[in-house]
């Protein structure tokens, strides 16, 4: 596995995309397996080295929304959502155009294209320098949790990956809002940094997923983001060996009950307890812990994204991995 690193990497980079070789490329919300989304032969390569299953869709990446523009059907909303929160975390599920340099193997068969502009300064130039669209699924193994750091990919690929641009720690740190809007409809098909309340700024009106058996993104299906150690949300009585993810005041607890602590935000903010979450849960992963148990968050804003990947990762359900 090679690391690259440095903005003098970026040429090596670009030859290698060019190339239809997979690159792991920082975003500002996790890192992504990045490849041509033009190269039936990269899409393939990506599937393999995730195991990801084939009715799954890969988001395509850009640089601009004119970029975007040239491959999904752009209607006046999305054009308003991607000028408000571009670049920044949000993906936005759109027809897909007949002559679209989306390669159909991204789409699942799907007539529709998920599209987003990445906040990550070197991402960015890879993507302005190369003109075309990156598919880039998180770069985590399918069923795993996604990585927010070079090394949290390093550990979970080893040999099967060759090549990783390390750009730091990723700011965000949960994948990014997925709305399709369709027929002057949003939906959210996945909860973000981007809230249902900073959209409801901008429309009327936005739907969300009900029940389960409705959603149409199947990262919406329940047991997604799975950590390798049980994670329960709720304190009460520790099991033995377990660790603490604590949110705010830990000043009540008796924090002697476990064998490891950390704090997603000592100041109870959502933002830096987003940020932490994956950080965190990849580190008590690797110590060997029997399960973390997690102290309740506000389902306000991203408190919202939060407890869907919590929810997501706590679930025992005997759903299918994907
Ligand atoms: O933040 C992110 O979005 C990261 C970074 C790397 O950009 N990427 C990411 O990709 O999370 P992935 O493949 O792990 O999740 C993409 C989600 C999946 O739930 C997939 O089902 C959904 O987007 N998706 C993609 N295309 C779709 C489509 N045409 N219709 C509905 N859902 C779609
Ligand atoms: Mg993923």
């Not at 440095?6 to 690159?23: C, G, M, P, V, Y």
């Not at 193997?105 to 906040?119: D, E, F, H, S």
């Amino acid at each position: 596995m090679r690391v690259l690193k440095t903005s003098k990497d970026i040429d090596e980079a670009l030859k290698l995309l060019r190339d239809e070789q997979i690159i792991a490329l920082p975003t500002e919300t996790v890192y992504g397996l990045a490849g041509r989304a033009d190269s039936q032969r990269a899409i393939e390569k990506i599937y393999q080295i995730k195991n990801r299953p084939a009715i799954n869709p890969l988001i395509s990446h850009y640089a601009s929304i004119d970029e975007i523009a040239k491959d999904v059907e752009l209607n006046d909303l999305a054009r308003k959502l991607l000028e408000e929160f571009s670049p920044g975390p949000l993906t936005l599920v759109l027809a897909r155009k007949k002559d679209s340099r989306i390669s159909e193997l991204a789409c699942a068969g799907l007539k529709t294209a998920a599209v987003r502009i990445p906040n990550h300064e070197l991402t960015l130039e890879i993507l302005q320098e190369l003109k075309l669209p990156l598919v880039a699924p998180s770069a985590n193994p399918s069923g795993r949790l996604s990585p927010v750091s070079a090394e949290n990919v390093a550990k979970m690929f080893e040999a099967k990956l060759d090549y990783i641009f390390d750009g730091g720690h990723c700011t965000v740190g949960l994948e990014s809002t997925v709305v399709e809007v369709l027929d002057e409809q949003v939906s959210i098909l996945r909860y973000g940094a981007i809230t249902v309340e900073n959209i409801l700024e901008l429309v009327n009106e936005v739907k969300i997923p009900e029940r389960e058996e409705t959603i149409k993104s199947p990262g919406m299906l329940l047991k997604h983001y799975s950590p390798t150690c049980p994670i329960r949300l709720s304190i009460e009585d520790p099991k033995e060996d377990e660790a603490l993810l604590a949110f705010g005041d830990t000043s009540n607890i008796d924090l002697s009950q476990f064998t490891q602590v950390r704090n997603l935000s000592k100041r109870a903010n959502l933002e830096e307890a987003a940020s932490n979450l994956f950080k965190m849960i990849h580190e008590l992963e690797e110590m060997n812990i029997k399960g973390i148990a997690v102290m309740e968050i506000p389902s306000l804003g991203i408190g919202k994204a939060i407890n869907d990947r919590l929810k997501r990762a706590a679930s025992t359900e005997n759903t299918n991995k994907i």
